[in-house]
């Protein structure tokens, strides 16, 4: 091991033994660029399923996967034969193929219903290749489901079922044929990609590193990526990163910001909002109309006939809410009292601070999601 590398991994082991106040791990901030899984996918067949299978009617592929496995097995089902199956499903299946996995390794797979299917419980998977998003084949699938829902059905048609038959998983049902070549190991430099953008923290980043193992070291590109000087060597790389993604930085603060999600009216209110004075009245008017029908009967004699009248009742219902003030600076706990004081319902709260927001009294960025 050089000079270089040995003062890094000492310095580094310094750093991690040292507690930093609010502080993160660098594993827990960034990411290195291009340690990443890749998705698969495939499609094959379940089996043995106890008449809870696609209907060939409705599903034809399914027939037509099952002609085109059994021809390769030296099966030929005449073109005139159209067996109908109850035991047999199609079935979509995917996994993730963790970076650096090489063959021979298992996979934990998903696999789930692209027909009618009622249920694959008790069926099993027969061997189905993964590709990858190239068309390549990176993995092969086999084996016997496990599926946590339940489903039952009456000859009236009723139906019941607990959480999804149609999907169950597969614990190392499928084995890594093709690994994915990466350039970990060809860079001079190895990228660190935040997961959250931020100025701050990639500065604080670079500046952690370059106090360690001196200035030039390391170097923020953006607001996302820091680039890091590394040892060339495979081995030390590896243990010059292991004790890097342990040194704890302490991130930027988030800005401030308020969060409404539109279906839920779920408001989360970030700890650096501030409000500047401002006063606020929140009231509600509900107007009732309520119809009655009432019988009109004419006087014995009188020559009439007897008719329905309509008779409306209206009502008006004014909360009378207190007005309530906002001070200079005003923090999140003052805000979340203020806005309990006075009654809102979470949907009355988005008006609330949209007001805020276009009197130019709220200091935070409103996001819909």
């Known amino acids: 091991m050089n000079r270089f590398v040995a003062s890094a991994v000492l310095g580094l082991l310094l750093a991690v033994a040292t507690p930093v106040a609010q502080a993160e791990r660098v594993k827990d901030l960034a990411s290195v660029a291009g340690v990443r ?6 499609y094959g067949l379940v089996v043995g399923l106890d008449g809870t299978g696609d209907q060939s009617s409705q599903a034809p592929f399914t027939t037509q996967t099952l002609r085109n496995m059994l021809t390769q097995l030296g099966v030929t089902i005449p073109q005139n034969v159209n067996p109908q199956l109850k035991n047999v499903a199609a079935v979509a299946i995917h996994a993730e193929l963790p970076a650096f996995a090489k063959p021979g390794q298992k996979l934990d797979i998903t696999v789930s219903s692209i027909g009618n299917a009622k249920s694959l419980r008790g069926g099993a998977l027969l061997m189905a290749p993964l590709k990858g998003a190239d068309g390549q084949v990176y993995a092969i699938a086999q084996g016997n489901l496990v599926v946590g829902g339940f489903g039952a059905s009456g000859l009236d048609g009723s139906r019941i079922s607990v959480n ?3 999907a169950g998983r597969i614990p190392g049902g499928a084995m890594v044929e093709r690994s994915v070549v990466n350039g970990f190991a060809t860079r001079s430099e190895v990228l660190l990609n935040l997961h959250t953008p931020d100025f701050t923290t ?12 001196g200035d030039q070291t390391a170097r923020a590109m953006d607001a996302v990526t820091v680039a890091v000087r590394a040892p060339a060597d495979a081995d030390m790389r590896v243990a010059f990163l292991s004790v890097l993604e342990n040194l704890d930085i302490e991130p930027g603060d988030a800005p401030a910001r308020v969060v409404i999600n539109s279906r839920t009216g779920t408001v989360v209110i970030g700890s650096h909002v501030r409000v500047h004075p401002a006063a606020v009245t929140h009231g509600s008017l509900t107007v009732t109309i309520r119809e009655d029908a009432q019988v009109s009967q004419p006087n014995p004699f009188g020559g009439g006939n007897t008719a329905i009248v309509a008779d409306s009742g209206i009502a008006i219902d004014q909360d009378a809410n207190r007005m309530f003030l906002f001070d200079s600076g005003a923090t ?6 203020a806005v309990n004081r006075v009654g809102a319902a979470p949907g009355d709260l988005v008006a609330i601070l949209e007001a805020l927001k276009t009197a130019g009294a709220l200091r935070a960025e409103l996001v819909v999601i």
Do not use: W
């Open 164 to 166: 999804i038959p149609s």
């Open 37 to 42: 899984g890749n998705p698969l996918v495939g």
């Open 332 to 337: 999140l706990e003052a805000i979340v009292g």
């Open 202 to 213: 990639a500065t604080r980043l670079a500046g952690g590193v370059n106090d360690l193992l």
